[in-house]
């Protein structure tokens, strides 16, 4: 898969008055260069025109775009890839429905990383770092200590996600993150630009020049 750096995930509840396309044209101006569409809410009919607004969008800028859970709305709007959790479509599965589209799973321990990279995903999530309101179901913090283990020991990229905010990422990239994940303080952001181009400037990328 085409390499990236900041991946921004939808979360309308933190931008209830801004309009979605808009909110993820700004974070990809601001440099997020993967883009996800992470919807619990929707119904398939709304989900995918969403999916096909966002593959328009990233289409135009050249940005990965992956839709999360939804292997068949993924594969109607075309998207690059898919993301799954613990929970969902076995790896093996969806690969046999995505052929060669970028599957990204959700890892919260060392063990469920190992096992993702020897089924062939793409990327690891690597999460959640701290505490987040996010994400309903998730797991307890797994701490920076996790994002070394995986930096020490799993070959496949992995981005770093959960309670992610400009205040605490330095912690996270100096365990080891070249990838970083942050949803609510990317899209609830007053600045949803200056806050990615903020993020990479941590990293050590310089501004996307466009
Ligand atoms: N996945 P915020 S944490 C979507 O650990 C998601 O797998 C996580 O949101 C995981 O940046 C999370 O607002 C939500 O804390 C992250």
């Known amino acids: 898969m085409k390499d990236f750096r900041l991946y921004a995930i939808t979360a309308e509840q933190f931008h209830p008055n801004r309009d979605l396309i808009e909110v993820m044209e700004e974070a990809i101006i601001g440099g997020a260069d993967i ?6 809410a929707s119904g398939k009919e709304e989900l995918l025109r969403k999916a096909q607004a966002l593959r328009e969008l990233t289409r135009k800028h050249g940005v990965t775009f992956i839709v999360n859970d939804h292997i068949d709305i993924a594969l109607e709007a075309d998207a ?57 179901d998730v797991v307890d913090p797994v701490s920076v200590s996790y994002v070394s283990e995986v930096a020490a020991e799993i070959r496949i990229p992995f981005v770093a996600i959960g309670g992610i905010k400009l205040s605490n990422v330095d912690e996270v990239i100096a365990a ?11 899209v609830g952001s007053d600045d949803v630009s200056g806050t990615c181009r903020a993020f990479l400037a941590k990293l050590g990328c310089k501004d996307k020049e466009e």
Do not use: M, W
């Open 35 to 40: 883009i996800q569409l992470r919807d619990k």
């Open 80 to 136: 690059d890839g898919i993301h799954l959790g613990q929970n969902d479509l076995p790896l093996e599965e969806a690969r046999k429905l995505v052929g060669d589209k970028i599957i990204g799973i959700s890892t919260h321990a060392i063990e469920e990383a190992r096992l993702a990279e020897a089924q062939g995903a793409d990327y690891i999530g690597v999460g959640p770092v701290f505490r987040t309101a996010t994400k309903a």
């Open 176 to 186: 080891g993150a070249a990838r970083i994940c942050a949803v609510s303080e990317i």
